[in-house]
């Protein structure tokens, strides 16, 4: 069981920030994490993803070099880190937790099995 926990969201103008945060709790170990979005029309799409254990990490190319995802475990936390924001990055941002053995992190949406409940990313130009 692993409960997820969404807050940072907000609306922005256009080349603005925001961080993120994800405060995630529970006993079944989570060897990797991220970040997906969906907006309006669209499907779910994977953002960023990390490694629990390596740190090592992934991003879609549409947010590559503008966001950095980032955790501390101590704290149970993961953060996303947005640049350079852009309106085609409006969306709904989901934390989510996978618990699969599997190697690295990944973007794959069926390879996670507890989600948060969402947190809403408007940015106007």
């Known amino acids: 069981q692993v409960q997820l926990v969404e807050s940072g969201g907000g609306s922005v103008q256009a080349g603005g920030s925001l961080r993120l945060s994800c405060v995630h709790s529970?006993?079944?170990?989570?060897?990797?994490m991220a970040w997906f979005r969906q907006a309006p029309g669209k499907e779910r799409e994977g953002v960023a993803s990390?490694?629990?254990?390596?740190?090592?990490?992934i991003y879609a190319e549409s947010v590559n070099g503008r966001f950095i995802i980032s955790q501390d475990n101590a704290k149970n936390a993961l953060y996303l880190q947005m640049d350079s924001l852009k309106p085609d990055d409006t969306a709904v941002y989901y934390c989510?937790?996978?618990?699969?053995?599997?190697?690295?992190?990944?973007?794959?949406?069926?390879?996670?099995?507890?989600w948060g409940q969402g947190t809403q990313v408007t940015v106007s130009s």
């Open positions: 989510a937790a996978g618990v699969q053995l599997i190697a690295g992190p990944t973007l794959l949406r069926d390879r996670y099995n507890f």
């Open positions: 529970g006993s079944t170990y989570r060897p990797y």
């Open positions: 990390i490694s629990t254990r390596s740190g090592n990490t």
